[in-house]
C-alpha cells in the first residue's frame, strides 16, 4: 500500500500562483504514472494532470497551459505547479496513481482562488 501525503494548498487571488507536493511513502513510486486529481464542491473528482515515469505529461483542457506536472523520483514526490489560478480552479486537490489505488487516497490538499 501507498500512503501519499499532499501538501502547499492555501488560499490565492485569481491570477495568482501556487506548487503543490505529493510525497509517496515508498521507493517503488518511480514505476507508478502519477496523477493529481481534484473535487470541487458537489463535483466528481477528476483527473487534471498526469505524468509517467519518464516524465512524458498530459493535461486536461482545462487546466492545459497553466499548470505543469514534475517529478523527481529521488524524493518520492510529484509537483503541480499552477498559474494564472481562476476561481473555477478551487477544489480539494490529491494525488494518485493512473489509474488511481483506491487504498492510496490521502487526505488533499485545499486550493481555494478568491479575492
Known amino acids: 500500500q501507498v500512503q501519499l501525503v499532499e501538501a502547499g494548498g492555501c488560499l490565492v487571488q485569481p491570477g495568482g500562483s501556487l506548487r503543490l507536493s505529493c510525497t509517496a511513502s515508498?521507493?517503488?513510486?518511480?514505476?507508478?504514472?502519477m496523477g493529481w486529481y481534484r473535487q470541487a464542491p458537489g463535483k466528481q473528482r477528476e483527473l487534471v494532470a498526469h505524468?509517467?515515469?519518464?516524465?512524458?505529461?498530459n493535461y486536461a483542457d482545462s487546466v492545459k497551459g497553466r499548470f505543469t506536472i514534475t517529478r523527481d523520483n529521488r524524493k518520492n514526490t510529484v509537483y503541480l505547479q499552477m498559474n494564472s489560478l481562476k476561481p473555477e480552479d478551487t477544489a480539494v486537490y490529491y494525488c494518485?496513481?493512473?489509474?488511481?489505488?483506491?487504498?492510496?487516497w490521502g487526505q488533499g490538499t485545499q486550493v481555494t482562488v478568491s479575492s
Open positions: 515508498i521507493s517503488i513510486f518511480s514505476r507508478y504514472v
Open positions: 494518485n496513481a493512473v489509474p488511481s489505488k483506491d487504498d492510496s
Open positions: 505524468i509517467t515515469n519518464v516524465g512524458n505529461t
